[in-house]
């Protein structure tokens, strides 16, 4: 089974950039590897739904935002470290939320089988 | 992007009864769509993907229907660990997969 745990989550004010990790374990005894699967952020602001954030290839080479993010954030992996990051810049208070990695089911965008349990981000002076 | 609705926003409930959840896609996404399930302070759990297929474990009185634009998640009778909120979301073609705004299922 696949775990996931993110970190990286906190404090931060209006306007500043923070990077959150993805640390994904469970791939040792299967025929998969971390690459073979895409990986998804999604975030929910407190007392919200869900909000697909971005999305990315097994092999990292396709990467896909949602409006409200584009242009401020990046997201990317390291199949080496089977670890997914997303590069948050310009945060306003309205990407103040938990965010979840999740695991695609295959390398391309599908649906989320395994989730993390979430980092808690948080943008106000 | 396809933008995602579901009704009703609330659904209060006494355990045993038969539960019906709806989702409706802005346009057809087939039937890439999948639903999850999410307990307070909890992360989300896949329940149903392609429309109709239960995830591993799922008991069997879980079930989803539909294909296009319209779909149902099905509980045929309430348990009292089914109390959550259920979110629909599509993954057909490109990204974003977006999210409906989830029903809540609570105790009447």
């Known amino acids: 089974e696949v775990q996931l745990l993110e970190s990286g989550g906190g404090l931060i004010q209006p306007g500043g950039s923070l990077t959150l990790s993805c640390a994904a374990s469970?791939?040792?005894?299967?025929?998969?590897?971390?690459?073979?699967?895409?990986m998804t952020w999604v975030r929910q602001a407190p007392g919200k739904g869900l909000e697909w954030v971005s999305g990315i290839s097994g092999t990292g080479g396709s990467t896909y935002y949602g409006d409200s993010v584009k242009g401020r954030f990046t997201i990317s992996r390291d199949n080496f470290k089977n670890t997914l990051y997303l590069q948050m810049t310009s945060l306003r208070a309205d990407d103040t939320a938990v965010y979840y990695c999740a695991k695609d089911v295959h390398g391309g965008g599908s649906y989320l089988d395994s989730w993390g349990q979430g980092t808690l981000v948080t943008v106000s002076s | 992007e396809i933008v995602m609705t579901q009704s009703p926003a609330t659904l209060s409930v006494s355990p045993g009864e038969r539960v019906t959840l709806s989702c409706r896609a802005s346009?057809?996404?087939?039937?890439?769509l999948a639903w999850y399930q999410q307990k307070p302070g909890q992360a989300p759990r896949l329940i149903i993907y392609e429309a109709s297929t239960r995830a591993t474990g799922l008991p069997a009185r879980f079930s989803g229907s539909g294909s296009g634009t319209e779909f149902t998640l099905t509980i045929s009778s309430l348990q009292s660990e089914d109390f959550a909120v259920y979110y629909c979301?599509?993954?057909?073609?490109?990204?974003?997969?977006?999210f409906g705004p989830g029903t809540k299922v609570d105790i009447k």
């Open positions: 346009q057809s996404v087939s039937s890439n």
């Open positions: 469970g791939f040792t005894f299967t025929r998969f590897t971390f690459s073979n699967f895409a």
């Open positions: 979301q599509h993954y057909d073609k490109w990204p974003p997969f977006t």
